[in-house]
């Protein structure tokens, strides 16, 4: 069974810190492109960051450049977003996907994405 199960979210003040969980199971973690994304209430879902488990290779998207970092430790089928300086528009529920035709480009990382956390609340009070 293909599970990505996300930890690490909860309430913190603005100006903290956080670092999101995606532990893998169920495949082959190195043939895969693990992102992250998020939804903020009343707003679309959006792409965050991505990595490729088998490179290392990473994308982030302009807005959270300089205060999110992607890494995966592949011997724990685990990806981790850190997350630094929150404010208060980074509140959202973060999920985590996993993609085996995802490519990590200059420009993102286009799906389709296969597999689905069930995603994490981050809420930042200001």
């Known amino acids: 069974e293909v599970q990505l199960v996300e930890s690490g979210g909860g309430l913190v003040q603005a100006g903290g810190s956080l670092r999101l969980s995606c532990a893998v199971s169920?495949?082959?973690?190195?043939?895969?492109?693990v992102g992250w994304f998020r939804q903020a209430p009343g707003k679309e879902r959006e792409g965050v960051s991505c990595?490729?488990?088998?490179?290392?290779?990473?994308y982030y998207e302009d807005f959270v450049k300089g205060r999110f970092t992607i890494s995966s430790d592949n011997a724990k089928n685990t990806v981790y977003l850190q997350i630094s300086n929150l404010k208060p528009e980074d509140t959202a529920v973060y999920y985590c996907a996993a993609g085996g035709v995802v490519v990590v480009t200059s420009g993102g990382c286009p799906g389709p994405y296969d597999y689905w956390g069930q995603g994490i609340q981050v809420t930042v009070s200001s």
């Open positions: 990595i490729s488990s088998s490179d290392g290779s990473t």
């Open positions: 169920g495949f082959t973690f190195d043939d895969y492109v």
